[in-house]
Each structure stands twice: as structure tokens, then as C-alpha cells.
Nanobody
Framework: QVQLVESGGGLVQPGGSLRLSCAAS????????MGWYRQAPGKQRELVAH???????NYPDSVKGRFTISRDNAKNTAYLQMNSLKPEDTAVYYC????????WGQGTQVTVSS
């Protein structure tokens, strides 16, 4: 089992930045990929960033150039740096880890509003 705890969400003005953190514990040796997803009210959960154990990253066009995913293996933590935030980025952001299974954090709210 893997446990994930997100932090770093909050309220930010359009054009601002936030950094989300995802701390992993438990059977972390089994993790080979991590990702960040988001879900806005009335919408499906969507992928916003993905990183493999080898460091390869992937982003949808909607966040490419603005969001950056990274991981610190020594701290068992993944990060999502979000710059140039827009109101449409408002959502609950979830961390996901894939290993022996697929694991999810509890989510952290990000609100972009003036």
C-alpha cells in the first residue's frame, strides 16, 4: 500500500503561482510513475502532469509551458509547480502514484480568482 498526502493548495490571483507537494509513504519502492490530476465541479478528472521513474514528463496542451512536475526521490515527494495560473485552473488537484496498484491522495483545492 502507498499513502499520498497533498499540500500547497489555496487561493491565488490570475497570473500567480502555486507549488503543490505530494508526500508518499508506505510501499514506495513499488512506485514507478506519479501524476497530478484535477477535477473541476461538474467535470471529469483530467491529467495535468505525469512523470516516470526515469524522469520523463508529459503534459496536456492546456498546461504545457505553465506547469512543471518534478520528484525528489530522497524525500519521496512529488511537486507540481504551477505558474501563470488562470481561473480555468480552479479545481481539486489530486496526486496519483502507480506501482503495485493505483493510489490517490485526498486532494487539495486550488482556486484562481481575483
Amino acid at each position: 500500500q502507498v499513502q499520498l498526502v497533498e499540500s500547497g493548495g489555496g487561493l491565488v490571483q490570475p497570473g500567480g503561482s502555486l507549488r503543490l507537494s505530494c508526500a508518499a509513504s508506505g510501499s514506495i519502492f513499488s512506485i514507478y510513475a506519479m501524476g497530478w490530476y484535477r477535477q473541476a465541479p461538474g467535470k471529469q478528472r483530467e491529467l495535468v502532469a505525469h512523470i516516470t521513474s526515469g524522469g520523463s514528463t508529459n503534459y496536456p496542451d492546456s498546461v504545457k509551458g505553465r506547469f512543471t512536475i518534478s520528484r525528489d526521490n530522497a524525500k519521496n515527494t512529488a511537486y507540481l509547480q504551477m505558474n501563470s495560473l488562470k481561473p480555468e485552473d480552479t479545481a481539486v488537484y489530486y496526486c496519483n502514484a502507480v506501482g503495485s496498484g493505483s493510489y490517490w491522495g485526498q486532494g487539495t483545492q486550488v482556486t484562481v480568482s481575483s
